[in-house]
């Protein structure tokens, strides 16, 4: 193979790997949603005082109107819950995803990235996820399901080794979640403020084999 | 129009050309951007994830680029660190060289001939040692030069350049030796 013939194909090869649909509209997201607190915090409190003084005794006072209204559950800011919300929210476009996987696909999934599988039940039989791919979360590789839940999406992750000691709640203003430990790896369920978690979390404690 | 309202207009119009000036940004460097990501990761959904988090902090720290010109190399020296940052702890070898299979097939147009080489050179970079892969990766997919490869990875030009020699020699060896063998 002469010079120039061995240059075009190590370009085609570097060059192939193609985005997925959907990422230019994820990145350009990122830009409308409220993700980026610091520098537009910075330019506008400089020029908008009087805006924040108005602002925030509203948001405060939405702010605590919001915490009484969340089942009095004591909810952790952890560096472990701010990267799982950034993980859902970097990954929204999923959350409508309108595939079918089934139990199967997702057990080949989970064996190959996590060791792990789902036993068959009454529940995760009629399970229905419609995404299913494995993702970095607390520096190791997890399993991210999305399945359908009573008031929207729900994301079931899966960690194969404990991160948490003890079951840990999170929220922001659209979302709650749970983190627990389970086995020798961790469970995180992640769904609307609305969402009853519990049974989710249950249904994976009574189906989830580690198989190491 | 009060000096209020004079100041909340100059804020949104700020906030809108810094939008404009991302999204910009988004368009013209998230193809490469990924691309790169997937041969430092050798991984697709690790690679999206990276991209992410690059344009995610890259919006954040948006204010710090000082020249249009520099976004490029700003952008790819974000994702290295964010790599670090988030992934360098010692994780398994997840297998996705179909992916990046079917990804040559439809991304080059190859016919099957030239899909087996191109095949054998992508198993060829992957296997390549990381000091060699990463430079000849910047260079290809950013198009960037030694010195400016030198600046990222921390290395002097001579260095780079040496590295991206024996990157390509290595590589031609493997090819070089397979499509002998397939004449013999």
Known sequence: MNEQDFEKLLQQVLKAPTPPAGLQNSLLAVASEDVNQAAPARTMAAANDSFW????????CMALLLGLAYRFQPAQDTPLSQEI?????????????????????????MGKTIKARLESSRDTDVMDVHFSKDCWIAKQVAMHL??????GPVSVMMIPSQVVQQETVFNDARFTGTITPMGSGTLIVLGNRAEPLGKYTAMVQSTLHWQY | MTAQESAENSVITTKGQRR?????????????IFRYACWLTRHRPLAEDLTQ???????????????????????????????ARLYEKPRPELDDVDDHE????EAAHLEPDQL?????????????????????????IGGFSGEEIGVMLDLNNNTVMTRLFRARNKLRAVLDGNIESKQE
Do not use: C
């Not at chain 1, 919300?85 to 199967?104: G, P, Q």
């Not at chain 1, 999305?146 to 008031?151: A, E, P, W």
């Not at chain 2, 204010?63 to 290295?80: E, G, H």
């Open chain 2, 102 to 105: 079917a990804s040559l097939a």
């Open chain 1, 53 to 60: 003084r108005r602002a925030l005794p509203v948001a405060a």
């Open chain 2, 20 to 32: 404009k000036r991302y999204e910009s940004l988004v368009r013209d460097y998230y193809h490469d």
């Open chain 2, 53 to 83: 988090e690059t344009f995610m902090r890259a919006w954040r720290a948006f204010d710090s680029l000082q020249s249009p010109d520099a976004a490029k190399a700003w952008l790819f020296t974000i994702l290295r660190r964010e790599n």
């Open chain 1, 85 to 109: 919300l950034r993980h859902v929210y970097a990954e929204a476009r999923f959350l409508n995803s309108t595939d079918h996987v089934s139990l199967a696909e997702v057990n080949s999934r």
């Open chain 2, 116 to 140: 087996m080489e191109a095949s054998m050179l992508h198993k060829a970079i992957l296997a390549l040692e990381p000091e060699y892969r990463d430079p000849l990766a910047l260079q290809v």
């Open chain 1, 146 to 151: 999305i399945i359908s839940g009573d008031t």
